[in-house]
């Protein structure tokens, strides 16, 4: 076990992620995003040391009021399913369980404002972590709130304690929020070595979401049909038309495998399996499925996305600039090419390693939130 220096309190830090509960129990389906599984990373390292205690407040799946599991106190609240004021009330009671006197949550929704204001009130410290652009570039209250949705989320910059950001840009928004010294964290994994060797597929992972392009994916498998592509995207037919939409499409096409569900612990071996893997995403913080393909030695071809310019300063992937022609002529380049796609590889490897090892970055929160 490890010691956050010399500090001889024991610091207390819960995490607000509903969905978690999925990481540690393999029979409860959940579609999670990048957020869950940076919350899950970082937990694991922080329940290592010997003065951090660690919770996560999770969603009710039937399971016992509380659980401990990698060292990390697993806390049930509310189910989704219930009325408001029955979430509330599950909700407050986890909060008083977890006695924590940290409370991290990310990923805005109209409850971040009103955890902020009500963490204050109780002396608490209320650390919101920024999961994606549209949160601080005005396209959240433009196009994805109402108007009363929209303000109470956004009452989450001026009540929350700290307020952490991915990327320079997202804290150059802060910045005309008027949030004092944003900081900036980037998210972390678990770093093994091991032998690279890929199967010549193109991966896309994604949620069954429209800001993910996927048919972007699939119009390039119809041109190029000698090109193996695996695509995989969680969703609900009953509740998401469009991740059936996706799905339906996505059979139709002989060189897709189209994959419905991949469970958190297995996601890595596609990762490790592939050729390269690709972004289509109009919008993103700092894509986590990034993190796992560099961690995964496999070089990125991103339409749009390139935070932080991290696809060139680390030379592990090739940004397209929004021209899909170009996307498809790189995807093709990277399968082709031995020698670009090692090159890449082995820098992709040695980035995760020097900017998003979940030891490095575990530190860093660390002093952070102190």
Same mark, same amino acid.
């Given at each position: 076990?490890q010691?956050?220096?010399n500090?001889?309190t ?11 509960y999925? @990481?540690?129990?393999? *029979?409860v389906?959940e #579609?999670?995003?990048?957020?869950? %599984? ?5 937990a ?6 010997r ?7 999770v969603?009710?799946?039937? +399971?016992a009021?509380? &659980?401990?599991?990698?060292?990390i ?5 509310f189910?989704?399913?219930?009325? @408001?004021f029955?979430?509330v009330?599950d909700? !407050?009671r %986890? ?5 924590a006197?940290i ?6 929704? =109209?409850?971040?404002?009103?955890l ?8 608490k410290?209320?650390?919101?972590? $920024? %999961?994606?652009d ?8 433009r196009?994805?709130?109402?108007p009363?949705?929209?303000f109470?989320s !956004? !009452? ?6 700290l307020?952490?950001?991915? *990327? ?14 944003p ?10 070595d091991? /032998?690279?060797?890929?199967n ?5 992972v ?7 392009r996927?048919?972007?994916?699939? &119009?390039? %498998?119809?041109?190029?049909?000698? #090109?193996?592509?695996?695509?995989i ?20 096409? =002989?060189n897709?495998t189209?994959? /419905?569900?991949v469970?958190?612990? /297995?996601?890595?071996d596609?990762?490790?399996q592939?050729r390269?893997?690709? *972004?289509?995403?109009?919008m ?5 499925a990034?993190?796992?393909?560099m961690?995964?030695?496999? =070089?990125i ?5 390139n935070?932080? *310019? ?5 030379a592990?992937?090739? =940004?397209?600039?929004g021209?899909r022609?170009m996307?498809?002529q790189? $995807? #093709? &380049?990277?399968?082709?090419?031995d020698a ?6 082995d820098?992709?490897?040695r980035?995760?390693? +020097?900017?998003?090892?979940v ?8 002093? !952070? $939130?102190?």
């Amino acid at each position: 076990m490890q010691s956050s220096k010399n500090d001889k309190t024991v610091m207390r830090i819960c995490f607000i992620i509903p969905k978690a509960y999925t @990481f540690f129990n393999r *029979n409860v389906r959940e #579609i999670i995003g990048g957020s869950e %599984a940076a919350f899950y990373h970082i937990a694991r390292q922080l329940a290592t040391y010997r003065d951090i205690q660690v919770s996560f407040i999770v969603a009710d799946y039937g +399971q016992a009021e509380e &659980e401990r599991s990698e060292g990390i106190r697993l806390i049930r609240s509310f189910k989704f399913g219930d009325n @408001f004021f029955r979430q509330v009330f599950d909700f !407050l009671r %986890a909060v008083r369980r977890s006695r924590a006197d940290i409370f991290v949550q990310r990923t805005l929704t =109209p409850m971040s404002g009103p955890l902020a204001v009500l963490f204050k009130l109780m002396r608490k410290k209320f650390i919101y972590m $920024i %999961a994606c652009d549209h949160e601080v570039d005005g396209r959240y209250e433009r196009s994805y709130a109402g108007p009363v949705s929209a303000f109470l989320s !956004l !009452l989450v910059f001026r009540y929350a304690a700290l307020v952490i950001a991915q *990327n320079d840009i997202q804290r150059e928004y802060l910045r005309r929020w008027h949030v004092r010294s944003p900081a900036i964290l980037k998210s972390g994994i678990t770093v093994k070595d091991f /032998d690279k060797h890929d199967n010549g597929t193109v991966l896309w992972v994604h949620r069954s979401v429209q800001h993910k392009r996927p048919f972007i994916l699939l &119009e390039m %498998a119809r041109k190029h049909p000698s #090109i193996k592509f695996i695509m995989i995207s969680s969703g609900d037919d009953d509740k998401n038309p469009f991740h059936k939409k996706v799905a339906d499409g996505a059979r139709e096409i =002989p060189n897709v495998t189209f994959i /419905d569900y991949v469970p958190f612990r /297995d996601i890595d071996d596609y990762f490790r399996q592939a050729r390269v893997f690709v *972004n289509t995403s109009s919008m993103e913080g700092f894509p986590f499925a990034f993190i796992q393909a560099m961690a995964a030695k496999t =070089p990125i071809v991103s339409l749009e996305i390139n935070p932080d *310019n991290v696809l060139d300063t680390c030379a592990c992937g090739i =940004p397209c600039k929004g021209v899909r022609a170009m996307m498809e002529q790189k $995807i #093709i &380049e990277v399968c082709s090419d031995d020698a670009l796609f090692r090159r890449m590889s082995d820098n992709a490897f040695r980035c995760i390693r +020097q900017e998003h090892d979940v030891v490095l970055v575990t530190r860093a929160f660390i002093e !952070l $939130i102190k």
